[in-house]
């Protein structure tokens, strides 16, 4: 808008003529060096005319690198485009500066005349991180390429490339589309020693410039800050203490109770209840201590749910997403509809009652969620096939497990729920796929899943089975324990059914079908499809 105004005013005051002979009179030169001297952060303006010929003012001398910014404007200029430069460092030492040129053409009447550039001391801005660096933040400010363009400390070089940070690549990658304010997020940064310090940062894009302002912390001291502020406290009540006592009972009275106040406070600080506000009414150095304790703890409290919140969302997406894949695995075959969810349940009250700790019950549920997701590569005519499956057509339905595994190996955050989704068939007497494991070579997990995903393909009705109440399912399942089944896995559905925490409406199974389960589970012959080998009682 400057440079608008001064082109403006040289348009009026050349009378449209800033040729070689009229560039360098009085008036236009009064005009530049007023409008250097307007502001502190103007370091130098030029005026050139279409013979690159013109007038300058200003308190530094354009370098090499200045001198070839001011060419690119010059034609940029000429094509009747304003220009931002790249920031650039002029002196050396103390006198060293920041700056950054911009230039605008000087048009009249559709008639290109000349350019207008001046050169911005970038000082205010390296002042404005170094006051928000003393605050206990690390800020700069990068460009559209990841090169920095200011920074705080002199460890940050202008030009040096940014872009390997985590934070500063995600801006580069977004352009245009970034965000008005970025979401805080954690990344790694390798110190001088080598070593990889986790921080917490967050940038904010400056649209017209094409700039970012980072700020970041290491997340050890963000978290550090509340015992710090604890200490500070407790020494500042012993302080006011040892004060009360050189001074009378009575102001030791008002003294104390604030203190006390504080002490309280800070202890709920340090137990993380940022809920609590400091109610201290005094005009002393402890009410201003105060108010900035309450000033503290409600940016505290605002971060702490702001934080539990996108955690929540988080969250509540992936469980979704991993309820809508499980749910389009169970609509291929009309016969599992609602199993994953079911297996689901089931597996998570079975590892509840096997008292295991709530990490694992969430591994468990996921895990469990996902157990038959290889089945979207089954083909449907098997999939879908109303009767019993061939020996060839089992074989290849047995690779849903192995499927399944290696879709979802590729994300590192499911991989503790992998063994769950490709040895949930696997049996304790070797018998099972797709590895042939025994005993305790199998996952608690897997076995977890098992005793699952079994009551629930006995309890409904397939293309091979009726239903079984549950009652016969219990049974054929108590006579797969320490054959096939995990014993504590087994008792531990018994246990759960018999206090009337799983309720199955199915169709009941007559009784020569339980005899055939029976048998079945036994070793013996099957009478038909009931009990497919080598899974005698589960759906593949």
């Known amino acids: 808008m400057m440079l608008a105004n001064l082109s403006s005013a040289l348009e009026v005051a050349s009378g449209g003529d800033i040729t070689s002979e009229h560039v360098e009179t009085p008036e236009l030169r009064a005009l530049l060096e007023n409008f250097v001297s307007s502001s502190n952060d103007l370091a130098y303006a030029t005026l050139l005319n279409t ?57 009249y009447s559709g008639r290109f005349l000349g350019m207008i550039a001046a050169v911005e001391d970038l000082q205010f801005l ?97 978290y550090r800050g509340v015992y710090e502020m604890q200490r500070t406290a407790r020494l500042l009540a012993l302080l006011a203490v040892l004060l009360s006592v050189g001074i009378s009972i009575y102001a030791a009275r008002r003294i104390t109770n604030p203190l006390e106040i504080l002490t309280e406070f800070s202890h709920a600080i340090a137990r993380g209840d940022f809920t609590q506000r400091v109610q201290v009414k005094t005009r002393t150095e402890i009410g201003e201590l105060a108010a900035t304790f309450n000033m503290m703890s409600e940016e505290l409290e605002h971060y702490v749910l702001d934080l539990k919140r996108a955690a929540r969302e988080n969250r509540e997406l992936f469980m979704a997403s991993i309820q809508m894949l499980a749910g389009a695995v169970d609509e291929k075959d009309p016969y599992t509809r609602g199993h994953s969810d079911r297996v689901t349940r089931y597996s998570v009250m079975i590892a509840r009652e096997l008292q295991v700790d709530s990490d694992f019950i969430e591994v468990v549920r996921v895990s469990a969620q996902l157990h038959d997701v ?57 018998r099972g796929y797709p590895h042939g ?60 059914y018999e206090r009337g925490e799983i309720r199955v409406q199915r169709p009941l199974t007559s009784g020569p079908a339980l005899a055939a389960a029976i048998i079945a589970a036994a070793g013996g012959p099957t009478p038909g499809p009931l009990v497919p080998e080598p899974e005698p009682t589960t759906s593949v």
């Open 51 to 107: 013979e690159a010929k013109g007038i300058s003012a200003g308190r530094i001398a354009p370098d090499a690198f200045l001198q070839r910014e001011l060419e690119r404007a010059y034609a940029a200029a000429r094509e009747g485009r304003a220009y931002n430069g790249q920031t650039l460092t002029v002196g050396s030492g103390k006198s060293a500066r920041t700056v950054l040129l911009v230039s605008s053409p000087v048009m």
């Open 126 to 222: 390296i002042r404005r991180l170094q006051e928000v660096n003393r605050a206990g933040l690390t800020p700069y400010v990068v460009d559209n390429e990841g090169r920095l363009v200011a920074g705080a400390t002199a460890e940050y070089a202008t030009g040096q490339d940014m872009s390997k940070l985590e934070l500063v690549k995600n801006f580069v990658e977004q352009g245009s589309k970034s965000q008005l304010v970025a979401a805080t997020r954690e990344y790694n940064v390798v110190n001088d020693s080598g070593t990889n310090v986790r921080m917490l940062g967050t940038y904010s894009p400056v649209v017209n410039l094409e700039w970012a302002v980072v700020v970041q912390k290491p997340r050890i001291e963000a």
């Open 374 to 430: 290889g089945k979207i590569g089954i083909e449907d005519r098997i999939l879908k096939k109303p009767g019993a499956l061939t020996p060839e057509e089992f074989e290849i339905m047995k690779t849903h497990t192995t499927k399944g595994a290696n879709i979802l190996r590729p994300v590192v955050q499911l991989k503790e729920m992998i063994p769950g989704i490709e040895l949930h068939h696997e049996s304790l007497d070797g």
């Open 437 to 496: 494991l025994k005993g305790d070579e199998i996952p608690l997990l897997a076995r977890v899943i098992a005793v699952a995903d079994t009551f629930d393909a006995l309890t409904t009705n397939r293309p091979y089975q009726q239903a079984h109440d549950p009652q016969s399912a219990l049974k054929i399942i108590h006579s797969l324990s320490g054959k096939r089944l995990d014993p504590a896995a087994v008792l531990a559905l018994a246990a759960i």
